[in-house]
């Protein structure tokens, strides 16, 4: 589970429909958590508002758990400074944050999703892992996870989706494997 912050920006009236969809990939700066790699959404509906977001997460126990129950909703103070600047650097017209989240993500160490059986109860097919980015690929994920589910053979391998890699598995017991994948 990765946490994944996004917040919503004042934009100036005259400019609000100026503002694309876009995605801006920088280099990364580790030191700083940076991961370089921003988006942003348009305004939606009558809100003189766009959202930035980032799409990556620092390699700290901070943003990256195995458990819900050891995510943290409140934004970190870092990362909303980072995306701050990074509005502030690359935006005409963009006023105050309006708000700031931290959500969560569901992603493998390898951030390829799982498509599989649960081993401890086959009856029991799963899709998870899909990090903001299974939405694009929804209709060819549906059919097969039907495909999973009827016992059919899959119309594309899936195997590189097992919930057997070592990246995903966690041992009875909660132990994590130590493993460099």
Not at 40 to 57: A, L
Not at 76 to 95: A, P, Q, R, Y
């Amino acid at each position: 589970i990765w946490a994944m912050h996004w917040g919503h920006y004042r934009v100036q009236e005259e400019l609000k429909h100026k503002y694309p969809q876009w995605f801006c990939f920088r280099k990364e700066v580790p030191e700083k958590w940076d991961g370089g790699l921003y988006y942003g959404f348009p305004v939606e509906g009558d809100d003189s508002m766009i959202k930035v977001g980032i799409d990556f997460c620092p390699e700290d126990p901070e943003f990256r758990m195995r458990r819900m129950s050891d995510y943290n909703y409140t934004p970190n103070s870092t990362i909303v400074n980072l995306i701050d600047d990074f509005v502030k650097e690359n935006w005409k017209g963009v006023g105050e944050r309006v708000d700031m989240y931290s959500n969560p993500y569901t992603c493998t160490r390898d951030q390829y999703f799982v498509l599989d059986r649960l081993r401890e109860k086959p009856e029991i097919c799963l899709f998870t892992g899909g990090c903001g980015r299974a939405f694009k690929f929804a209709p060819l994920l549906g059919k097969l996870l039907a495909e999973k589910a009827l016992d059919l053979p899959p119309s594309y391998d899936i195997a590189p989706f097992s919930a057997e890699r070592d990246c995903v598995r966690m041992p009875a017991g909660g132990v994590e494997r130590t493993s460099s994948t």
